[in-house]
Nanobody
Framework: QVQLVESGGGLVQAGDSLRLSCAASGRSFRTYGMGWFRRAPGKEREFVAGISWSDSRTYSLDSVKGRFTISRDNAKNTVYLQMNSLEPQDTAVYYC?????????????????WGQGTQVTVSS
């Protein structure tokens, strides 16, 4: 069983930055692939970024490329999502997820464990 706890969300203005954190339980974190997803009001959950066990990174959305950066600290069992130049359309609940196979895939069915989510609201 893997527990994931997100933090770092909040209410910010357009152009601001936030760093989301996701702390994972377990001794095998370094072998997990980790992903960030988001669900905006009235929309389906969508993949934002993923990082594999080997630190390979993928970004799904053209709208976040160059603004968002995913990283991990295996010593802290934590994955981060640095979000810069935030826009109102980034408003969503952000979820982290763990893939025990170590991949960084963009489909939510690849992930076995999910956090409870953290709200990010960007005002214009």
């Amino acid at each position: 069983q893997v527990q994931l706890v997100e933090s770092g969300g909040g209410l910010v203005q357009a152009g601001d930055s936030l760093r989301l954190s996701c702390a994972a339980s377990g001794r095998s974190f370094r072998t997990y692939g980790m992903g960030w997803f988001r669900r905006a009001p009235g929309k389906e959950r969508e993949f934002v970024a993923g990082i594999s066990w080997s630190d390979s990174r993928t970004y799904s959305l053209d709208s976040v490329k160059g603004r968002f950066t995913i990283s991990r600290d295996n010593a802290k069992n934590t994955v981060y999502l640095q979000m810069n130049s935030l826009e109102p359309q980034d408003t969503a609940v952000y979820y982290c997820a763990a893939d025990l196979r170590g991949r960084a895939l963009g489909t939510d069915t690849a992930y076995s464990y999910w956090g409870q989510g953290t709200q990010v609201t960007v005002s214009s």
